[in-house]
C-alpha cells in the first residue's frame, strides 16, 4: 500500500498477487547516493537526470541526491524550485538536490522547500579561468566567510558538505609540479593532493571540522579517500569532533596502475593496488560514515585533451552504475562484509540526509526500495551496458562476481535481469528531509 513495507513475515507472500523467487539471494534496501553529478541543468551534453537516475536505478541505486556546480546555480528558492520541478519529470528514482549555500539570505527560504542540504567547493584553481565543473561561483575558501555560512546552515538543521582544499598549499604543490618538475599527466595532478602528506586536504579538512563544530553545523567531508585525511578524521572523531566522512569508490577500485593505464579515463587515487586493501580498515572501524559515488560523467571528447595536460581537462568519472557490482565482487574476496556495506551505503547515508527510516531500512512503514542481490553472478561491466549518456565506464571488460538481480523502488520493479531499467521517466518522487515542513 502506498509503496510502503506491510508485513514482515513467513507467511506475508500468502494472497499476494505476484511472488518473486528469491531462493538463495540476499535483500537488502536500495542504495541511496549523496553524490552524484547529474548535470542538469547547464551541462545537460554530458549527463541529464533521466540518464543519471537510469544509471542509478541499473547499479541497485534508488535515491540520489545531486550536487550543485550547475547553470543556473541553485543557489536561490527559485532556481532551486525551478531545477526540483524539471527533475521531477525526467526521475526513474527518488531524489533531492543539494543547494548552493551563497546567498545567506536564501539560505532559509531553500531550506523550507525541502532541500536536504546544502554544499560547496574550496577548489579554486591557479589560474584566472577555472576547468569545469569547478565554477568559481560554487567556492568558498575564506574561512570567516565559511563560518557565517555554516552559522546560517546550522539555524536550518540540515547538514552541509563540503569538498575541502586549501588552495594557496594547492598553488604551491602546482608550482613544484607542475610549473618547476614539468609534468601534467593524471599522477602529477594526484600528487599535488597527496602533497606533503596530504596537506592541502588535511589542514583544510582540520579547521573546516573545527568551525562547524563552533558553530554546531551538521558538517560531511566529502572525498575523504587518501590515508593522512582518513587518518587524521580518525584522530578528530577520537577528540569527540562531531562530523561526517564520505569515500568514493574510486579510492578503492582505480588505482594508479589504472591510472597509468587508462589516463583521464580513471581519476583514481594515489595508491597502488595492493596498498588499497588497507583503506578498507577505516570503512570497518567507523572512520568512514558514507559511501558516496561522485559520479561525475564528462564527455570522452573532454577528457581525451588530458592525455597532454590532465590539468586542463575536466575531472571524473561515470561510477553510480558500477559501484555495487564493485562492491559486492570484494565482499565475495573478504575484503568487507555485506552487513558493514549496507551500513555504508543504505542506513547511514539515509540518517545523514534525514530520509531514516523511511529510506535505508527493511522494516514494517519503510518504502519498499529494495534490492534482490545474487552474491554468485559472474557479470562483465562494460560500455556497452552503461546508461549514463557518456557511454563509457573505466571498468569496460571487468568481470566481477556479484551483482543486483533485481530493484524495486517504492514497491514497483525499475530493474530486471541483471541490468535492465523498466522503471518509468516521471516515476521517481522528490523526498523532503523529516525535519523539512
Not at 518473486?20 to 549527463?47: C, M, Q
Not at 597502488?272 to 570497518?284: A, P, T, W
Request: a negative charge; glycine letters at 6%; proline letters at 6%.
Amino acid at each position: 500500500m502506498d509503496g510502503k513495507i506491510l508485513e514482515i513475515s513467513k507467511s506475508a507472500h500468502e494472497g499476494a498477487s505476484r511472488i518473486i523467487d528469491a531462493e538463495n539471494r540476499f535483500l537488502i534496501p536500495g542504495l541511496i547516493d549523496l553524490h552524484v553529478h547529474s548535470r542538469d541543468p547547464g551541462f545537460t551534453y554530458k549527463e541529464d537526470f533521466l540518464t543519471a537516475t537510469k544509471a542509478a536505478a541499473a547499479g541497485g541505486v534508488t535515491t540520489i541526491v545531486d550536487m550543485p556546480n550547475l547553470n543556473p546555480l541553485p543557489n536561490t528558492a527559485l532556481n532551486f524550485l525551478s531545477k526540483m520541478n524539471d527533475c521531477k519529470s525526467k526521475a526513474v528514482v527518488d531524489f533531492n538536490h543539494w543547494a548552493l549555500p551563497t546567498k545567506l539570505e536564501e539560505i532559509p527560504r531553500i531550506a523550507e522547500l525541502g532541500a536536504v542540504g546544502f554544499k560547496f567547493f574550496m577548489v579554486v584553481p591557479k589560474s584566472a579561468k577555472p576547468v569545469y565543473p569547478y565554477l568559481p561561483e560554487t567556492s568558498i575558501v575564506d574561512y570567516g566567510q565559511i563560518m557565517r555560512t555554516f552559522e546560517e546552515i546550522a539555524k536550518t538543521e540540515l547538514p552541509c558538505v563540503v569538498h575541502p582544499l586549501e588552495p594557496e598549499i594547492w598553488k604551491e604543490a602546482e608550482e613544484e609540479i607542475l610549473e618547476k618538475g614539468g609534468r601534467h599527466d593524471i599522477n602529477a595532478y594526484l600528487d599535488c593532493y597527496s602533497y606533503k602528506d596530504s596537506l592541502t586536504l588535511t589542514a583544510s579538512s582540520a579547521v573546516l571540522v573545527m568551525i562547524a563544530n563552533s558553530c554546531n553545523a551538521k558538517l560531511r567531508l566529502a572525498h575523504v579517500c587518501w590515508r593522512p585525511q582518513l587518518e587524521l578524521s580518525r584522530t578528530l572523531k577520537h577528540g569527540g569532533y562531531r562530523f561526517t566522512t564520505e569515500i568514493n569508490p574510486f579510492a578503492l577500485f582505480l588505482s594508479r596502475e589504472d591510472n597509468e593505464r587508462l589516463g583521464p579515463f580513471s581519476h583514481g587515487i594515489y595508491q597502488k593496488g595492493e596498498e588499497q586493501d588497507s583503506i578498507y580498515e577505516f570503512l570497518k572501524d567507523g572512520t568512514v560514515d558514507i559511501i558516496a559515488t561522485d559520479h561525475a560523467p564528462h564527455t570522452t571528447e573532454e577528457l581525451e585533451k588530458g592525455k597532454a595536460d590532465f590539468f586542463s581537462s575536466p575531472k571524473g568519472t561515470p561510477v553510480v552504475q558500477d559501484y555495487l557490482r564493485l562492491f559486492l565482487d570484494a565482499i565475495n574476496k573478504g575484503k568487507l562484509n555485506l552487513e558493514t556495506f549496507v551500513k555504508l551505503a543504505c542506513e547511514n547515508p539515509a540518517k545523514h540526509a534525514q530520509f531514516f527510516p523511511r529510506k535505508g531500512a527493511i522494516e514494517v512503514g519503510a518504502d519498499a526500495d529494495l534490492v534482490i542481490l545474487d552474491m554468485n553472478a559472474r557479470y562483465r561491466i562494460s560500455n556497452e551496458k552503461a546508461y549514463s549518456k557518456t557511454g563509457w565506464t573505466p571498468w569496460d571488460g571487468l568481470e566481477v562476481r556479484g551483482s543486483p538481480q533485481t530493484v524495486f523502488l517504492r514497491g514497483s520493479p525499475i530493474m530486471e535481469d541483471y541490468d535492465v531499467v523498466v522503471g518509468a521517466k516521471g516515476y521517481g518522487e522528490f523526498v523532503k528531509p523529516t525535519l523539512a515542513k
